[in-house]
């Protein structure tokens, strides 16, 4: 079975601080994706990454991709309370295109 | 881009009573759809991928003659709760992909709460 294991499972920052969000598996991805969820809606893509060592930034969010692709990160930078949310990363791709979830790390950014 | 409606957003239901839930892709076609199940303040579970014009293939441990799948159109799948009890209460996400994109990110809805009295 695949298990996606984020750390830490909650986070309260100040704004303007940063903070790295890690998302950890035993297990090979073809590709990985990070969703922010806020309450009582879907998830929405971030990112995706595919291949092994990529680093890809979104204004603030800087997203890596572990070189043996068993791992991912996420990077905040200068957080905002606007970045408060639920942050899950997604493994999976190949022949199934299959995602399974991370167990999540709720973020809140205090004014 | 890629939208995804899911309805109803939320629904409460009397024990032993069944709940449709839809999933529509709204400017793409999906051959394939996943409905997750989510719990409060928990991560999403999958149960089961939704493959257009046969049987759904249904994850460890989740109850196929529970949760009937049913996706008999290139833009609609539903999700049956038969029989419901308050156990089943929670959180149901849909999403689908856009493979006539290269974006690799799934469109997801945007959830219905079921509550089971």
């Known amino acids: 079975t695949q298990l996606l294991e984020q750390s830490p499972q909650f986070l309260s920052i100040q704004e303007g601080e940063n903070l790295t969000v890690y998302c950890n598996s035993s297990?090979?991805?073809?590709?990985l994706q990070w969703y922010r969820q806020e309450p009582g809606e879907g998830p929405v893509l971030l990112v995706t990454?595919?291949?092994?060592?990529e680093v890809k930034k979104l204004k603030r969010l800087t997203f890596q991709f572990g070189d043996a692709r068993k791992d991912s990160s996420l990077h905040i930078t200068a957080a905002q309370p606007g970045d408060t949310g639920l942050y899950l990363c997604?493994?999976?791709?190949?022949?199934?295109?299959?995602?399974?979830f991370g167990t999540g790390t709720r973020l809140k950014v205090l004014a | 881009g890629a939208v995804v409606s899911q309805h109803p957003s939320w629904v409460i239901c009397k024990s032993g009573t069944s709940v449709k839930i839809e999933c529509r892709s709204l400017?793409?076609?999906?051959?394939?759809m996943f409905w997750y199940r989510q719990f409060p303040k928990q991560s999403l579970m999958l149960m089961a991928t939704?493959?257009?014009?046969?049987?759904?293939?249904?994850e460890q441990g989740v109850e196929k003659d529970k949760f009937l799948i049913n996706h008999a159109s290139l833009t609609l799948s539903t999700l049956t709760v038969t029989s419901a009890h308050p156990e089943d209460s929670s959180f149901y996400i849909c999403?689908?992909?856009?493979?006539?994109?290269?974006?690799?990110?799934?469109?997801f809805g945007s959830g219905t709460r079921l509550t089971v009295v």
């Open positions: 999403s689908a992909r856009d493979f006539g994109t290269e974006n690799y990110g799934y469109t």
């Open positions: 297990s090979v991805f073809s590709s």
């Open positions: 990454v595919v291949t092994g060592g």
């Open positions: 997604a493994g999976g791709g190949g022949g199934t295109y299959k995602y399974i």
């Open positions: 400017d793409f076609q999906a051959t394939t």
């Open positions: 939704s493959n257009e014009g046969s049987k759904a293939t249904y």
